[in-house]
């Protein structure tokens, strides 16, 4: 018996700590344990009043007396002289299924059984398999195994109702789910594992084409990289051709007014000399006379008075002739004319380069086009698959103060379009309409009759910007170029037409307007607003800006022209670019 017990350790184990037996007892079912694991176990019965192998579940009431069985107490000495060791175990980890009979450190467990819902470790799951000859359905390891179980009637769930797609038990089949297209989970599996197999192709599919679309445009950002470089490269080339052309006619045009500069004082200085040998003679001449008109001897005076009094020689007052009004003026006319007139081309042209490069885009549109899977959708507003669920949208709005303030961008007022009772002031930052005229002069692009103006700078991507505004009436706008500027008529108001969209703040009342629609507002408390447009993806809001950004009005559209911010302002009333 002893070497049967040297050559199978395990069967002088204890199935509780798994460890050698310490003071063995012996149960009325003859498994054994150790003294203290058995008492443990059973202390923890003792409200039941009812106790149980851990092993076979015979019950026992009252509780037994624990004899010590010597024979079993010598056996274990034994191996533990001939220091035979047991089996090295693996304590269960995180994510780790834990064996569902160890008692103190659980173990890892290696099976389930699906009919005793118990998960056992290598040496329970021997017990297990000795203590039930007939073979119970066993799996891997898995957790949650009450999930198997039927709420309804405590039973295993088998069955699968197709009626109601749910997991059933065979007690469901006969009240709650009676008449339901009800099949086996096995003969499910097969059929929902074909479809899988189908979903993994299109999977896969999707995989080898976002691939391709990710070598693409991977490939797209290295072509853009490089074209914006020499793009930039030419655009310096160019603009330093013009500068150096500039600087050109700007020497001509000094070296032109030199050269005039030149010549006239260089004829001016032989008028100067003979006009001082011509006022010299006289003075010599005028002393002569002085000195004749005093002579006593009447023959002296009657022989030199005729010389004296004639003609002067090489006299030039009577053909003198010269401009005493002579300026450069017109010169700094027509160079500040050439200035206007440079400055107005560079604004159309920056207008249609802005517009040219917003128009180059690397990614036009995301598009999912599959039918067969199912979608979500995100804060945006995008439809995206599942396995699309943790990609961000490629144009997501911002959403704290300093996420739009990335896209903070720089205007000025433009005096050529603001109204003659709107005041310009702190660098065409600041407009205020008052009631006496400025003395703007005539221009193409003014407004004639409303009180509005436009900045000079255009938006034709995604952009930010705050406003502070004071006083009972102000319009806050975006417009195209293309706006009427000439008479009353509603198409040179902001909102009144399809060219612009304005937030009106009047008295006690705020409104969204575009091509004569209303839509009214909540009243604008905040002196401050921001204005954040994305012009590529339609995008125009409205926000009150305090410690927190307050949405007033958001606009989703279609911009086909470069947007410029506009300003609508009542007498008293003032708004300021910050």
Sequence with gaps: ???AISSNPDLLMCPICLDLLKDPVTL????????????????????????????CRQTFSPRPVLNRNNVVAELVEQIRKTRIEAPALIAAGPGDVECDVCIGRKLKAVKSCLDCLVSYCET?????NDANPRKHSVVDAIGQLQERICSRHNKVLEIFCRTDQSCICYLCTMDKHKGHDVVTAAAERTDKQEQLGQTQKRFQQHIQER????????????TLKSSAQTAV????????????????????????IRAQEKAEVSRAEGLLKRLEQEIAELKRRDAELEQLSHTEDHIHFLKNVVSVTGAPCNTVSACMAFSKSFSFEAVKESVSLMKAQLNEIFKQEEAKISTAVAHIQIIQSLQYTDPELPVR??????????????VQAVSTEPVTREEFLKYSCHFTLDPNTAQINLHLSEGNRRVECRAELQSYPDHPERFDYWQQVLCREGVSGRCYWEVEWSGQGVDIAVSYKSISRKGGGVECVFGFNDQSWRLQRYGSSSSFWHNKKRTKLPLVASSRIGV???????????YNVSDTMTLLHRVQTTFTHTLYPGFGINTGSSVKLL
């Design 377 to 390: 959708r995100t804060s945006s507003n995008e439809t995206l698959p599942p396995y699309m669920s943790d």
């Design 124 to 128: 329970h799951f021997k017990v297990h």
């Design 1 to 3: 018996m002893a070497e």
């Design 28 to 55: 009325h079912c003859g498994h054994n344990y150790c003294t203290g694991c058995i008492k443990g176990c059973w202390d923890q019965e003792d409200q039941k009043g009812v106790y149980s192998c851990p092993q």
């Design 233 to 256: 490269g030419d655009s310096e080339r160019v603009f330093t051709e013009m500068i150096r052309s500039i600087e050109r006619r700007r020497s001509e045009v000094t070296e032109l």
């Design 211 to 222: 691939e391709k679309e990710l070598k693409d445009l991977r490939k797209a950002v290295v």
């Design 532 to 542: 954040y447009v994305d012009h590529r993806a339609g995008t125009l809001a409205f």
